[in-house]
């Protein structure tokens, strides 16, 4: 089984910042992109950031020039520096990635989210 664990999310005031961490662990072959996305209450889920196994990146507009994704493929282990945070951040934080066992065969998992506040 394969599971994505997020961690770093928590409090800040705005301006603030923060860095998250989605480590893959389990039955992995390798993995494609990985991304996060994030879901204020009452709100759908969206896409922050991607970033493909070669690592090329992709923002939301919201978010460019504050927030920072990468990935340190040996650790199996995506990250999301924000900075300058506003408190329209303030969203429970997903990590996703396209996992494959095998050189065709692959899935998209989540992690279980981590919860980012910014308080003004």
């Known amino acids: 089984q394969v599971q994505l664990v997020e961690s770093g999310g928590g409090l800040v005031q705005a301006g603030g910042s923060l860095r998250l961490s989605c480590a893959a662990s389990?039955?992995?072959?390798?993995?494609?992109?990985m991304g996060w996305y994030r879901q204020a209450p009452g709100k759908l889920r969206d896409l922050v950031a991607t970033?493909?196994?070669?690592?090329?990146?992709n923002y939301a507009d919201s978010v460019k020039g504050r927030f920072t994704i990468s990935r340190d493929n040996a650790k199996k282990t995506v990250y999301l520096q924000m900075n300058s945070l506003k408190p329209d951040d303030t969203a429970v934080y997903y990590c996703?990635?396209?996992?494959?066992?095998?050189?065709?065969?692959?899935?998209?998992?989540w992690g279980k989210g981590t919860l980012v506040t910014v308080s003004s």
């Open positions: 970033i493909a196994n070669g690592g090329s990146t």
């Open positions: 996703n990635a396209r996992i494959y066992s095998n050189l065709v065969t692959y899935r998209d998992y």
């Open positions: 389990g039955s992995i072959f390798s993995i494609g992109a």
